[in-house]
């Protein structure tokens, strides 16, 4: 029986694989998944119906099973008809999810261009795809490094 928060076997798979700098991708609905991932990454659906699951469910479960150096989201272009509308609200639940996890790492936003390129590197290993309805909920996560529990003798 696992005591982590994530259950599902194949995401556990991989990011069981993936080492140090080893990025994943939670994307919401309307993130292209199929076309702008890492050529080493896999892609697992979850997305049920729209808003099922969302971002937030999928962060708070990962950061549950790995170490985390960083945490960005997609950043919104000030030309972009969203933009009018300040930080996105699932912004601050990922913030909240982050303390909640003990973490003291802050979201850092990678602008939309340069996001899909970040993500579309040797290093990225996974793409949760979420049925969040969400705009610009996109989260992409650099693994860390777990410290060593004891000391050898």
């Known amino acids: 029986m696992l005591k982590t928060q994530l259950i599902h076997p194949e995401i556990l798979r991989v990011l069981a694989r993936a080492g140090h700098h080893g990025k994943v991708l939670i994307a919401d609905g309307n993130y292209p998944a199929s076309t702008k991932k890492g050529p080493n990454a896999e892609v697992i659906c979850m997305n049920l119906s729209p808003g099922l699951i969302t971002c937030a469910q999928a962060l708070r479960a990962v950061l549950s099973a790995v170490?985390?150096?960083?945490?960005?989201?997609?950043?919104?272009p000030a030309d972009d008809p969203y933009a009018k509308y300040g930080e996105p609200a699932?912004?601050?639940e990922f913030k909240t999810i982050i303390k909640q996890a003990g973490l003291k790492t802050k979201i850092e936003p990678i602008m939309k261009?340069?996001?899909y390129k970040a993500v579309e590197s040797a290093d990225h290993v996974l793409t949760i795809q979420t049925g969040d309805d969400?705009?610009?909920?996109?989260?992409?996560?650099?693994?860390?490094?777990?410290?060593p529990d004891r000391q050898l003798k």
């Open 134 to 147: 969400a705009l610009w909920a996109n989260v992409l996560i650099s693994i860390g490094s777990r410290p």
């Open 113 to 115: 261009w340069d996001f």
């Open 67 to 76: 170490p985390v150096d960083s945490i960005h989201t997609m950043g919104i």
């Open 90 to 92: 699932a912004w601050g």
